[in-house]
């Protein structure tokens, strides 16, 4: 099992582009996640998804969208890239109120 | 709401001493608990969970944590520090007085070991 995965691992924008981050998990888990990293704030929850085709707002959900059409994808969207978006972006996963299982990251810098 | 607060966002321990590492969270009703651990240019993964049973939670490594609920604590302890041990550790939690299923988790805590 690959678990959770995430693309691409790094990525560099400039102010304004657009991008999207792909989450993919082969555990068959109803709930998925998107939580930025910055230094000094733990995560911060951006999204969530409780199953296929449904999505809701997290902590910090200005400036992104999701979709979730298939159970083991969740996409991030950054429409209109700013500086302040600069982060590590993780993707997790879980049953429920159980452990997440988390990706190796995707380091975004807007410039 | 719910919060966690860890005490310390970085600790320095020397090879084979106690790591000891603090977490409290604020809920009136037992939450789940959890440490996690991320090392360098790596995504979170899990030492230990609380999810109600017996109280002291074995985890990886050698780690473990006690729930306290007079304290509204979740401390995380090693007896003897590693190298490899250095890492940043993270205390979440989830359900409690929400009883949702959504975590919120710490600002986290950068474990240094000195050789």
């Known amino acids: 099992n690959a678990g959770v995965t995430q693309t691409p691992k790094f990525r560099v924008l400039k102010t304004g582009q657009s991008m999207t981050l792909l989450c993919a998990q082969d555990?068959?888990?109803?709930?998925m996640y998107w939580y930025r990293q910055d230094p000094g704030m733990g995560l911060r929850l951006i999204h969530y998804?409780?199953?296929?085709?449904?999505?809701a707002k997290g902590e910090v959900p200005d400036g992104y969208n999701v979709s979730r059409l298939k159970k083991q994808n969740f996409l991030l969207g950054l429409e209109s890239a700013a500086p302040s978006q600069t982060s590590v972006y993780f993707c997790?996963?879980?049953?429920?109120?159980?452990?997440?299982?988390f990706g190796p990251g995707t380091r975004l810098t807007v410039l | 709401a719910q919060s966690v607060t860890q005490l310390g966002s970085h600790v320095s321990v020397s090879e084979g001493a106690l790591v000891l590492l603090r977490c409290n969270y604020s809920s009136s009703v037992p939450p789940y608990l959890f440490w996690y651990v991320q090392y360098p240019n790596q995504g979170l993964q899990l030492l230990l969970k609380?999810?109600?049973?017996?109280?002291l939670v074995k985890g990886i490594n050698g780690f473990e944590a006690e729930f306290k609920k007079s304290e509204t604590s979740f401390h995380l302890t090693k007896p003897s520090a590693h190298m490899s041990d250095a890492a940043e550790y993270f205390c979440?939690?989830?359900?409690?007085?929400?009883?949702?299923?959504?975590?919120?988790f710490g600002a986290g805590t950068r474990l240094f070991v000195k050789a």
């Open positions: 609380y999810t109600s049973a017996a109280t």
């Open positions: 979440a939690v989830s359900g409690g007085n929400t009883g949702g299923f959504k975590t919120i």
């Open positions: 998804s409780v199953g296929e085709g449904t999505t």
């Open positions: 997790a996963s879980s049953y429920g109120r159980t452990e997440q299982f």
């Open positions: 555990m068959n888990h109803e709930y």
